[in-house]
Each structure stands twice: as C-alpha cells, then as structure tokens.
C-alpha cells in the first residue's frame, strides 16, 4: 500500500498541486480544506503524515495540530506545517505543540519529498521497538548511513567507510544467528526504496555466503558489499528511479547506468575492496552475456558478481512495493530457475536450498 498523506489546505491551487507532486511520486494523497475536515479525515484514514497550511478558515492548523496531539489514536502522526512566510513566533508555537517541521510557501519539489521520506516513515521505524535491540540498533545506524552516503555521493566526497562497516557488522550478528527473515519483513513499506533494497539485498546475501561457509570476516565484506551495491541509483534522477510501475525504453537505458555509476562511486572510496566492487558492479550480468553494465559471459562473472544477481533478483521478486506484492519465496525461486541462462544453475540450487531451509 502506498503511503497516504494528508492536505490540509484552504488553497485549491496550492493543495491540488503539492497532491499532483506527491501522487507522481507513488503516494496516495487525501485532501481537506479545514481543519474541522482534517479531523474528520484522520479518523477515517489514519493517515502516514500530515501537511497543514496555518491560517485557514473554520479551523486553523496551530488549533487544529493541537486537537491531533490530544488524540489518543493518532498523535503521533507527523505534521509539517505549511507557511507563506517565516512567521516566527507561529512557527515557534507549531515545534512547541509538536510539528515535526515546517515548510514555507511557495513549496520546492525536491524539499517537499526529502521531507516526506525522512518523516512518512515514522510508523514503520517505531515498529522496529518490537525487534532485538541490536537489529534496532542495526536498523537505525543503517537508515543514518545510507542518508550520510548519499549525502556523500551528492557532495562528490568518497562513502562514509567506516560508519557503513559498523552498520554491516551488526547485520553479519542477525545473518550468524540465522535471524534475518524479522529484519527483511521489517522494513517493507519503508520509503527509502534503495534503503530497503540495499538492506534486503546485504541481508539475503550475507545469509547465502554464510551458508556456503564463508567466516565472518569474508561475510562481513559480502554484507558491505550488498549494502553498497546500488550506490550508483543516486545518480538516476527520482522521476525514473521512484516512478510507480515500469520503465519506458528510454527511461530503463538511464536506469541501467546505475551499475556503472555504482562502481565509480566505489573504486574512488577508500576502504572499499575489489570484492564489494564485484558486488556492485556485476549484481546485473546475466550467464549467457545479455546482462549490463559489460555484458560479461559465465565465469567472467565471478561467483560474487554471480551471487549478488540471485539475491538482488530475488529480493526484487519477494519485495513489498506500492506498485506490487511480493512473491512467496518458493514461486520467487520457480521464476529465476525458469529465466534460462541468466542465472549460474550451481549456485541457484545451493540458494534454494538455503530458502526452503529459511534465512
Ligand atoms: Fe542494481
Ligand atoms: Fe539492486
């Protein structure tokens, strides 16, 4: 199910263009144009976040986001407020009652879906309280870390190592413990989509090394090696890369630059080692040479590069998105097994093994 976001604003034009935004986006928009409709539309919807203008006829936002807070079911809703101008001491009541930011008018796309992103997954990251404290804890460095990265890849800087081998080394405990599926379910519906891939896909890979008995230290570069597999997606502009159901030709020719991308970004950080960049790199070579970004053949490969596109297919494949529902395991394994010469048959068969007998 897509995230649903509720508008509260008096504004037609501004409402129905931050709900065009959102919903080009893959959320799912409800819009009031008071507060009295706002209340009435949190009860039915329990919405995933909250935008609310200030000044509104009927009920403004400051009295409004005060009756939320009261609300035993649906106080922690996060609210951004929306204003046309930095009215401080506004503003200062809005923190106080417990807005988690505020936006001033005219909104600027690219701020608006940063702040949806770090604030619509309020539900799910609390729900993370129910795990291990230390997948908690594994859960919450990771989110920080992929945030750092992409922050780095943006400011042309090398990725944050260290910070990201720390995450990694929790994972390899839950990977160890054979206590991955909690983790993998954990983050469905999260809105980071290459934080969630990439978890699920270090996830999924460091329990394949592990049961073909590679030690910690070798599963620990496996695990660093999926989590960074994807870094080169933060170069695809977020209209194809979060775009809701299929590519088009050419929309799919940028997104394919992602493997090329990903290895630049990791042969320039220091830290990173061949391995994670066979990783990254390869995670899209198929067998029969008709894979990107180099169109290797059979070895070529590399058993790493080779393991990584069964974990990253069947991440792919068993994943939660709002366009799709994921595929139980089993059938997920029946259609890699039925893409013929794609996949090394070897290495395809140990991994199903290691599903029928759970990660
Ligand atoms: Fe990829
Ligand atoms: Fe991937």
Not at 122 to 127: D, F, G, L, T
Not at 265 to 291: A, C, Q, Y
Not at 328 to 341: H, R, T, V, Y
Request: hydrophobic residues 40%.
């Amino acid at each position: 199910m897509p995230k649903k976001i509720l508008i509260v604003e008096d504004d037609r034009t501004s409402r129905t263009l931050l709900s065009k935004v959102l919903i080009k986006y893959g959320y799912q928009t409800i819009e009031a144009n008071n507060g009295v409709q706002a209340l009435e539309k949190i009860q039915k919807v329990n919405p995933d976040l909250i935008f609310m203008d200030i000044n509104m006829p009927m009920k403004d936002g400051i009295t409004t986001l005060a009756e939320i807070r009261k609300s035993e079911t649906f106080s922690d809703i996060p609210v951004i407020m929306l204003t046309a101008r930095s009215d401080k001491k506004t503003v200062a009541k809005a923190i106080e009652l417990g807005a988690v930011d505020f936006l001033v008018k005219p909104l600027d796309t690219k701020i608006v879906l940063k702040k949806v992103e770090s604030f619509g997954n309020a539900k799910i990251e609390k729900s993370w309280e129910n795990l291990k404290p230390i997948q908690q804890k594994m859960l919450r460095l990771s989110v920080a870390s992929m945030q750092n990265s992409l922050k780095c890849v943006e400011d042309g800087k090398p990725l944050p190592y260290e910070e990201i081998k720390e995450t990694c080394s929790y994972l390899v405990e839950s990977v160890v413990d054979g206590d991955v599926q909690s983790l993998l379910d954990a983050v469905h519906g999260h809105d980071n989509g290459t934080f969630v891939h990439s978890l699920r896909v270090a996830a999924i890979l460091g329990s394949f090394a592990n049961f073909k008995g590679l030690d910690k230290q070798d599963t620990l570069e496996v695990v660093t090696g999926g989590m960074l597999h994807d870094m080169g997606k933060s170069k695809i502009p977020l209209t194809v890369l979060n775009k809701p159901g299929r590519l088009n030709e050419d929309e799919f020719k940028i997104m394919r630059m992602h493997a090329e991308y990903t290895m630049d970004i990791l042969r320039k950080s220091p830290g990173i080692t061949s391995n994670m960049v066979e990783i990254g790199g390869r995670h899209h070579e198929r067998m029969d040479g008709t894979g990107y970004p180099r169109g290797l053949k059979g070895e070529d490969i590399g058993t790493l590069g080779a393991m990584a596109a069964i974990a990253d297919a069947f991440e792919a494949l068993t994943a939660k998105r709002p366009y799709k529902n994921p595929i139980p395991g089993d059938e997920s394994l029946k259609i890699m097994k039925s893409w013929d010469g794609h996949l090394d048959p070897v290495l395809l068969s140990q991994f199903s093994d290691l599903i029928h007998k759970g990660l």
